[in-house]
């Protein structure tokens, strides 16, 4: 389990991460969502003790990274896939790592032909393609056999392919019951690969929860027919709504759940033809909640009319 | 205990990383060439114009042994770079991160990979320097009969050992400057500029300050602890040495100072 205390980090006057707090739990993937610049980067490199935080700490099943005796056998992280010598082969590169935490050199041949780069292993890292690297980074993850995994924006760069593959093995990750923290700004392929979801912007903690926690708790509408839709609209009205009549019929409803317009037609009286709950996308909850915290706004687009 | 981090498994794994690169190899090579290739060719030299007219004089300076390892003057620049290359591709390239998270602790990482280091360039320094010498001793044959003939001439001895001595601290020297630099391009620059300007500078003072300063710049040094007759004003081989040390130990424990509190 990993668990980041009061995180804080702060670099000369801009504050990269401030005060976080949260648990990664085992036997689930935990997405970690936020707009580029947010400090997820930051995070990974606090957990992992390359930098020294400011205050606060990142501790894995109850230690910090320092304290780790071997700390390839609890920890596997791949921050960046490109952060490797371009002149010394996979193998040997891999064989370096291993020879340090005392893992055994058969164990290399074995993750080289799990992630499917065997065929290459004695070739130079540096004419790797982006998608070749980020299988050697995660034959690295994987060296020790860790129960901790970290992984860094890792869908970068790879084809359809690679990202399927990537999926599956974070799902079969947590199916042992490892602990598997995969970094993102991508909120759809969060939505697809993550159970778990921490959000966070500017440095700050958002919200934690499920993919379903999190759109529950977005601003959906309700779709609803009804027999008598005046009657209907000035009871939701008086309890809070906000309705637009789309039709003789239909209403689209804002700020109540569809449990809670049903509750309230059934009192006055009305007769509900169809109740359908429009869910917000993930990706417009994301928007919603990071939308204080992106580092570099989009701007207006059409700069010619002013 | 068989499954930590240890110093013994962490220098296993710098090994690795030493020689499975190229700039490794390539020094390597280039210090052989170098060292050998010059020494062959300034004793061959000395050797064919050893009587000819007006060359007595010099005959009463000549130091066999200094003049066959004259070729570690250029080697040099190769082993400080082999040093320095060590540390700062780790920063060029990314991989210190990887390094770090493999070998958490910053002391025992830099111990292991300046030992790594040492090890290997005192083993390659020494056999080049007696290859040199060796080979500068057949050349010369007995084309004097003045000339000591046997390494069991505790001074000869001295020197040729000296010699890998002076050329695996320069290297201890390049890597030190790397840990303080981080990029190649400076720390080599930098390197080149300790070994190789600081003398052309102190070439235009006056010569008093030139007496009291030269004999402390690194490559005087080196000239120090290579040569069999005393130099005139200029330390003995045994207190170069030490001052060489020094000055490899001080940047050393700078660098490191600095790596220990810097972010990576």
Not at chain 1, 24 to 31: A, I, L, N, R, W
Request: hydrophobic share 45%; glycine share 10%.
């Amino acid at each position: 389990m990993l668990k980041i205390q009061h995180l804080t980090k702060r670099y000369d006057d801009t504050l990269a991460l401030d005060d976080l707090d949260f648990e990664v739990k085992p036997g689930v993937v935990t997405g970690f969502l936020g707009p580029n610049g947010s400090g997820k980067s930051t995070t990974m490199r606090l957990i992992l003790g390359l930098d020294r935080p400011t205050k606060g700490s990142a501790t894995i099943n109850g230690k910090t990274y320092h304290e780790l005796k071997a700390p390839l056998r609890e920890v596997g992280a791949l921050l960046d896939a490109k952060a490797v010598h371009p002149g010394r082969t996979a193998r040997n590169h891999l064989l370096s790592l291993a020879a340090s935490n005392q893992i055994k050199k058969a164990r290399v041949d074995e993750v080289l032909e799990f992630v499917g780069i065997e065929s290459v292993a004695n070739k130079k890292v540096g004419g790797f393609s982006l998608g070749m690297s980020q299988r050697l980074g995660i034959a690295g993850a994987l060296l020790g056999d860790p129960e901790v995994l970290l992984f860094d924006e890792p869908v970068n760069g790879l084809d359809p392919e690679g990202i399927r593959w990537i999926r599956e093995f974070f799902r079969s990750l947590a199916n042992e019951g490892r602990t598997v923290f995969v970094s993102s700004h991508l909120m759809s392929e969060m939505a697809v690969s993550a159970d778990q979801i921490i959000v966070i912007g500017r440095g700050k903690f958002i919200t934690q929860g499920s993919v379903d926690d999190l759109t529950a708790t977005a601003h959906g509408t309700v779709f609803v027919r009804a027999s008598d839709i005046h009657m209907l609209t000035s009871t939701l009205t008086s309890n809070g709504a906000e309705v637009h009549e789309i039709n003789d019929l239909g209403l689209t409803v804002g700020g109540l759940t569809s449990d809670q317009v049903g509750e309230l037609a059934y009192k006055a009286g009305i007769t509900i033809l169809e109740l359908t709950p429009q869910r917000a996308s993930l990706e417009e909850v994301f928007m919603d909640l990071t939308a204080d915290s992106v580092e570099y706004g989009g701007g207006k687009i059409g700069v010619a009319h002013d | 205990m068989t499954n930590e981090v240890t110093l013994l498994s962490t220098m296993k794994s710098e090994w690795i990383k030493f020689r499975s690169v190229r700039s490794t190899i390539l020094g390597m090579v280039v210090f052989v060439i170098l060292t050998i290739g010059l020494g062959i060719l300034v004793t061959s030299l000395i050797h064919a114009h050893w009587n000819s007219p007006g060359s007595q004089q010099d005959h009463l300076t000549f130091d066999p042994v200094s003049t066959s390892l004259v070729g570690t003057a250029l080697a040099q620049f190769a082993v400080g770079v082999i040093g320095s290359l060590f540390i700062t591709t780790e920063y060029t390239t990314g991989s210190i991160r990887t390094t770090l998270a493999a070998v958490p602790n910053r002391w025992k990482l830099i111990i292991a990979k300046t030992g790594v280091l040492k090890i290997s360039m005192l083993l390659a320094s020494e056999i080049v320097c007696f290859v040199a010498f060796f080979i500068g001793k057949a050349i010369y044959g007995n084309m004097d009969p003045s000339i000591p003939d046997t390494l069991t001439n505790g001074a000869d001895l001295r020197a040729v050992v000296l010699g890998g001595v002076y050329l695996t601290l320069l290297s201890v020297i390049g890597f030190s400057l790397g840990m303080l630099l981080r990029q190649s391009a400076a720390t080599i620059s930098t390197y080149v500029g300790i070994v190789l300007v600081i003398p052309l500078v102190l070439f235009f003072f006056p010569k008093s300050i030139q007496d009291s300063l030269t004999k402390f710049e690194p490559s005087y040094l080196g000239r120090e602890m290579m040569s069999v007759n005393p130099i005139q004003n200029a330390f003995s081989p045994w207190v170069a040495a030490m001052i060489l040390v020094i000055y490899a130990a001080v940047l050393w424990v700078c660098g490191i100072m600095v790596f220990q509190r810097r972010d990576a």
